[in-house]
């Protein structure tokens, strides 16, 4: 069974920035595709970002202009998301996501595995 944790969130300012981790456990890592999703409250989930299995073809929502990447290490069963410039409509609980796949995978209904979500909260 895959297990996600997420980590890294926080309460950092306007303009800052955090890197976030997701661990994963109980499969070969380097089979899965990975994802970004995050909620606000009263919202519904949305697409922050996406990875292939092997690391190709980093994927982040137009939106976002750029300003968050995902990365991933497979010899460390990690992948991450790195946001820079952060706004507090970046606020949200941010979840990391699998599916064993080859490609990018950017609905949420395409991943089978989720994490529990890390709260992040850009103050103004």
């Known amino acids: 069974q895959v297990q996600l944790v997420e980590s890294g969130g926080g309460l950092v300012q306007t303009g800052g920035s955090l890197r976030l981790s997701c661990a994963f456990s109980?499969?070969?890592?380097?089979?899965?595709?990975m994802g970004w999703f995050r909620q606000a409250p009263g919202k519904e989930r949305e697409f922050v970002a996406a990875i292939t299995y092997n690391g190709g073809r980093p994927t982040s929502a137009d939106s976002l202009n750029g300003r968050f990447t995902i990365s991933r290490d497979n010899a460390k069963n990690t992948v991450y998301l790195q946001m820079n410039a952060l706004k507090p409509e970046d606020t949200a609980l941010y979840y990391c996501?699998?599916?064993?796949?080859?490609?990018?995978?950017?609905?949420?209904?395409?991943?089978?595995?989720w994490g529990q979500g890390t709260q992040v909260t850009v103050s103004s």
């Open positions: 109980g499969r070969t890592f380097a089979t899965y595709a």
């Open positions: 996501a699998a599916e064993k796949a080859f490609g990018i995978l950017t609905g949420p209904n395409e991943y089978a595995y």
